[in-house]
Every structure is written in C-alpha cells, then in structure tokens.
Nanobody, 122 residues
Framework: QVQLVESGGGLVQAGGSLRLSCAASGRTISLYAMGWVRQAPGKERDLVAGVNWSGGATYYADSVKGRFTISRDNGKNTVYLQMSSLEPEDTAVYSC???????????????WGQGTQVTVSS
C-alpha cells in the first residue's frame, strides 16, 4: 500500500499562491494515477485535480481551472499541486490520493494522505 504525506499548506492572502507537495512511500507512484481532493467544513470531499500515471492526461474541477496545476515527478515519487490566484473559497483541507486505474485522471482513488490545511484570507 502506498503511503502519502502532504506538505505545503498554510495561510495565504487572497490572490496568493501555494505549492502543495505529496511525498509517497511504500510504492512507486508510477503505478498510480494521482489526484488532489479538498474538503471544507460541512462539505463533501471534492476532487479538484487528477493526473494519470504518465502525466499525459489531467483533470481539473471547473472551480480551479486556470488557477491550479497538478504535476508529478515519478522519479522523486512526488506529486504537486501549484495553486495560484487563491480565493477564500479555496479554503479546505487538501489531501493527496492514489488510484490503481492508471490511465484515468479522475480516479477512483483508494489511498489517501492525512491532508494539509490551506486557509485563504480575504
């Protein structure tokens, strides 16, 4: 089973940027599709970005298109989420996820990290 540890979250003002990292261990992420999900208090977990095993296919939720970029470095066993033009509505716990359907950027994802908090102030 792959273990995932997120980092890079924090407090940022609206319009700012953050880069989240997800370090994987136990398995190589080259065998997984990877994604980022977020969950705000009282809301369902929402897939915001996904990438297939090679990086050749990506998915973005409409709410983040043009602002977020998912990428992966299989050699470093790390996946990233570059977040720009952040808005207060982006405030959530962001978790990294892995799925064994390698060609699908949208999952399903069945392994999860603990998440990192992103808070965007007005």
């Amino acid at each position: 089973q792959v273990q995932l540890v997120e980092s890079g979250g924090g407090l940022v003002q609206a319009g700012g940027s953050l880069r989240l990292s997800c370090a994987a261990s136990g398995r190589t992420i080259s065998l997984y599709a990877m994604g980022w999900v977020r969950q705000a208090p009282g809301k369902e977990r929402d897939l915001v970005a996904g990438v297939n095993w090679s990086g050749g296919a990506t998915y973005y939720a409409d709410s983040v298109k043009g602002r977020f970029t998912i990428s992966r470095d299989n050699g470093k066993n790390t996946v990233y989420l570059q977040m720009s033009s952040l808005e207060p509505e982006d405030t959530a716990v962001y978790s990294c996820a892995a799925g064994r359907r390698l060609g699908a950027a949208t999952g399903p994802f069945d392994s999860w990290g603990q998440g990192t908090q992103v808070t965007v102030s007005s």
